[in-house]
C-alpha cells in the first residue's frame, strides 16, 4: 500500500505520533537512497553507510520497535535488492537490519540471504560466518536447516571434507 506523494514514497501509518513529517522521511530517504530506488543514489559508500546506520538507529528510538512496519520495509528493500542481484546494496541492508533489530522476527532470514550473498560471490568463510549466525541466534527459527546444508556446501568448496560430514551428518 504504498503511495507516491512528490518525490517520496510512504505509508502514513508509519508515522508515530509525536514524530514530525520529516523525521519519519529522513530514515526513509537514507535507505532509499543507498538502495537505489527512484531518486537514490544507487550505490553504497562510506558516507551513505554512516547516514543509514545513524538513521535507522534514530527511527528505532523513534519507533522503539513497536511500528513494526517501518522494519518490514526495510526488510523488504533488502529482500528487493536480493531479488534484483544487487549483491552490495541488498548485503549492507540485510546485515544492518539483522544487527539494528535482532528481535524482528525477519532477522534470521535476513542473515539467511547474507549468508547466500557470500555464497553466491564464492565468500566461503563469510557465508559460513553468516549461516553459523543464524543457527547460534536464531536456533528455533525455519531457516536453520538451510543454514546447516549451506555450511556443508561452503566446507566442500574450502576443501575441508570431514567438517563438510560432519555439516552433513547434523
Not at 501509518?13 to 509525536?18: E, S
Not at 547516514?51 to 534514530?58: G, I, P, S, T
Not at 528505532?60 to 533488502?78: N, Q, T, Y
Not at 555464497?119 to 541466534?137: K, S
Request: glycine share 8%; aromatic share 8%.
Amino acid at each position: 500500500p504504498w503511495r507516491t506523494s512528490g518525490m517520496r514514497a510512504h505509508r502514513p501509518a508509519n508515522r508515530r505520533q509525536g514524530q514530525t513529517h520529516e523525521e519519519h522521511h529522513d530514515a526513509r530517504d537514507s535507505i532509499d537512497a543507498c538502495a537505489g530506488v527512484p531518486g537514490g543514489a544507487g550505490r553504497v559508500d562510506r558516507q551513505c553507510e554512516r547516514r543509514v546506520r545513524r538513521d535507522v538507529a534514530r527511527e528505532h528510538e523513534l519507533v522503539a520497535g513497536r511500528d513494526v512496519g517501518v522494519l518490514d520495509a526495510i526488510f523488504r528493500i533488502g529482500s528487493e535488492l536480493f531479488d534484483q542481484k544487487r549483491w552490495v546494496e541488498a548485503l549492507h541492508v540485510l546485515e544492518t537490519f539483522a544487527d539494528s533489530f535482532p528481535r524482528h522476527p525477519p532477522a534470521g532470514r535476513a542473515l539467511a540471504m547474507a549468508g547466500r550473498i557470500h555464497q553466491t560471490n564464492e565468500a566461503w568463510e563469510d557465508a559460513i560466518a553468516a549461516y553459523r549466525r543464524v543457527i547460534g541466534e536464531y536456533p528455533e527459527d525455519e531457516w536453520v536447516k538451510e543454514a546447516r546444508w549451506a555450511i556443508a556446501e561452503c566446507t566442500i568448496n574450502l576443501s575441508q571434507w570431514r567438517v563438510a560430514i560432519a555439516a552433513y551428518e547434523d
